[in-house]
């Protein structure tokens, strides 16, 4: 093949619409370079999800962005139920606490004998 020779004006003589329709083909190669990256890079973070749900099959594009939506709506929903769970486990302590507070200050203020102190004492700690 014949090396050709491509003539191009200096900037000086462009027009600002002809500059834009030689620049646009190249914005929009990038843009769809820096998309296609960012997929391949889901495809490598979730390479395992997809390889449970779809095994030997090639992904499209699509399928690993509805695949990707999927898996982190799951997360979040896993996320949810888990603070959930520490929020009431937490507020049960705190009643705990706040419950025995309350009986070791009416055992003081009613001169309970000790020894029964003791015992309710250790009974709580349990």
């Not at 999800?49 to 499209?60: D, G, I, M, V, Y």
């Not at 009416?106 to 001169?111: A, E, G, I, T």
Request: aromatic letters at 8%.
């Amino acid at each position: 093949m014949a090396p050709s020779a491509v003539f191009l004006e200096p900037d000086n003589l462009l027009t600002p619409k002809e500059k834009n329709k030689l620049r646009k083909p190249v914005v929009e190669k990038m843009r769809r370079d820096r998309i296609n990256s960012s997929i391949e890079q889901l495809k490598l973070l979730l390479e395992k999800e997809f390889q449970r749900h779809q095994p030997n099959s090639k992904l499209e594009k699509a399928d690993i962005l509805e695949m990707t939506v999927s898996y982190l709506k799951q997360q979040s929903q896993l996320q949810m139920k888990r603070s959930f769970h520490k929020s009431s486990q937490f507020d049960f302590r705190e009643g705990y606490s706040r419950c025995l507070q309350e009986a070791f200050h009416f055992l003081s203020l009613h001169k309970v004998r000790t020894e029964t102190q003791t015992k309710l004492l250790s009974h709580f700690q349990k």
